[in-house]
């Protein structure tokens, strides 16, 4: 059975360059071309997707993804949710409505932005199926399945969902995680964790923060996304052990 992870996008919210080409240092590098946060994973028959960015379509295309069978919502900013629009032709390919699953915020944020996604609009069908998550639950389709058990994490002002499922965890924005939730994330196989910037911001873990968890939490593996532009790939690569790597567009791993 194929069991893969792909980090579709690892930029902070503007991605890098910026709109306006600004890239503070970072080498002129692909690994430092970075679409927003977004991740796949592929599990026997299952295509599952981890947020919609505005980058979605593209980040598809790159990595030739033609299915897809369910949406998980870390949370409902901007640049986890406003590529949902774009999830349309795999509405028509399925013949049936999306399922997607998020927290209760999330979910009443989509719903309200993107309503013409849920219901009928202008003769439009509505192309989604929501579904409230507060414990763990199940994706399956033909003979694949995969058990996914959502946990809370302070996000700034919100909380925001990381999620768990076989021994990895994908916390795309965070900047606190309880001693609870901490005691879940023991010893994992892989960790992808939120490390905006150097210095300390109010909604998120900087570099210190996340390898100050990294350290406790203690990983086989562990990826740092959500990478601002004050990051070079290739100056956190060589200051990092090795069982540490940043993230970038394309990241991909066998689990």
């Known amino acids: 059975m194929k069991k893969k992870f792909t980090i579709l996008g690892c930029g902070s919210s ?121 414990k763990k639950f199940e994706i399956k389709k033909n003979n694949s399945r995969i058990i996914i058990d959502p946990f809370e994490v302070n996000h700034g002002l919100i909380k925001a969902n990381g999620y768990l499922f076989d021994k990895i965890a994908y916390i795309s924005d965070c900047n606190e995680i309880s001693k609870k939730v901490t005691k879940k994330l023991m010893n994992l196989d892989f960790l992808i964790i939120d490390c905006l910037r150097i210095n300390k911001h109010p909604s998120h873990f900087n570099y210190d923060d996340a390898i100050d968890f990294v350290k406790f939490a203690n990983p086989k593996k562990t990826i740092l996304t959500n990478l601002h532009v004050d990051l070079d790939y290739f100056v956190l690569k060589k200051k990092l052990p090795k069982n540490i790597i940043p993230a970038f567009d394309g990241l991909s791993f066998n689990f």
């Open 14 to 134: 503007l991605g890098a360059p910026w709109i306006t080409n600004y890239s503070a240092k970072l080498k002129k590098d692909k690994k430092n071309i970075r679409t927003r946060c977004c991740a796949h994973i592929q599990k026997g028959d299952l295509s599952i997707l981890i947020d919609t960015s505005p980058d979605i379509k593209n980040q598809f295309l790159k990595n030739k993804i033609k299915t897809l069978d369910a949406i998980i919502y870390t949370h409902e900013h901007a640049d986890q949710t406003t590529g949902i629009f774009e999830m349309r032709p795999f509405f028509w390919k399925n013949k049936k409505k999306i399922p997607i699953y998020g927290n209760i915020k999330t979910i009443k944020e989509l719903k309200k932005t993107f309503s013409y996604c849920f219901k009928q609009r202008h003769g439009y069908k509505p192309i989604m199926k929501a579904n409230i998550i507060k």
